[in-house]
């Protein structure tokens, strides 16, 4: 309701606190705008020397239905989801930013970061890319979901880096 | 499709490319996490002279459906937001950004921001607050459907900023 008119109080302190404990979540199968996103979390991070968290969450479901799960096959999915994050750690110390840690999880990324990996790392801002897909009529749509997932129900602030 | 183990190229410019044009909504229903996203946008704005855009949506969907909207009542109401939108343009100012607009517009938030300032300011970023509310088990639930919905179909980086 905007009928009482309320004094707007702009007398606010003009230096945005900056962010203590960033989280940023890396996706495979987006590396473009992931990217993106890990190049402003360490823009973020390095000033400030924040806290970086880097997460990325192996959805199993994106398997062919046809192809057994077999413990060796998770094993090694998830190795190579361990191995890659291990190059953003590194990158992210190449640049100045030493209070890093890696998160690899399984399940549906936006909600698995929501439940298990926010609670633990209790970012105060949590970064993300977002696919595109040019669409016919020469626009393009966006891929989304999880982003806007996350933008609604993470408990901190939230970036959705589009590149 | 993870199967397929690609080289992850990590070797990028670490410096992040600043937003030249930033586009914040603040909405008066919810001055907290407002002035927060506007804070926000200012220290993003000003060490690289971005222009800023600052948009508030009059939601005439709010008024109790038993009022009629005479069209004195309108104007009242948009007059109300273009007095208090200059107080945010004037802050900007004072913060040194000098590039800086306002947009008033009637309709649906989200929407409206989507489909008709994004397309005419053309921000890079486009930065929004979340409302939040306590719920009777201690925690919060957030009401972010713009936006979420702001996340999903910009199609510019958004930031939700929650206060």
């Known amino acids: 309701m905007i009928l009482q008119k309320k004094q707007l109080d702009l007398d606010f302190k003009t230096n945005f606190k900056p962010f203590d404990r960033i989280l940023v979540a890396v996706d495979e199968d987006d590396s473009k705008s992931s990217l993106a996103a890990f190049q402003y979390a360490l823009a973020l991070a390095k000033p400030n020397l924040a806290a970086l968290g880097i997460v990325s969450v192996l959805e199993l479901e994106d398997l062919n239905v046809f192809e057994t799960f077999s413990p060796e096959k998770r094993n090694q999915l998830r190795e190579n989801l361990t191995v890659d994050l291990e190059r953003y750690v590194k990158k992210a110390q190449e640049n100045g930013i ?26 105060d801002v949590l970064l993300c890319g977002s696919k595109t897909k040019p669409v016919s009529n020469a626009k393009k749509i966006f891929i989304g979901s999880q982003a806007s997932y996350l933008a609604q129900n993470a408990p901190c602030s939230v970036m959705v880096i589009r590149s």
Do not use: L, N
């Not at 030493?98 to 970012?123: C, H, L, M, N, W």
């Open 98 to 123: 030493y209070d890093v840690r890696s998160f690899v999880q399984e399940g549906k990324p936006a909600a698995t970061i929501i439940s298990e990996i926010i609670p633990e790392f209790k970012p």
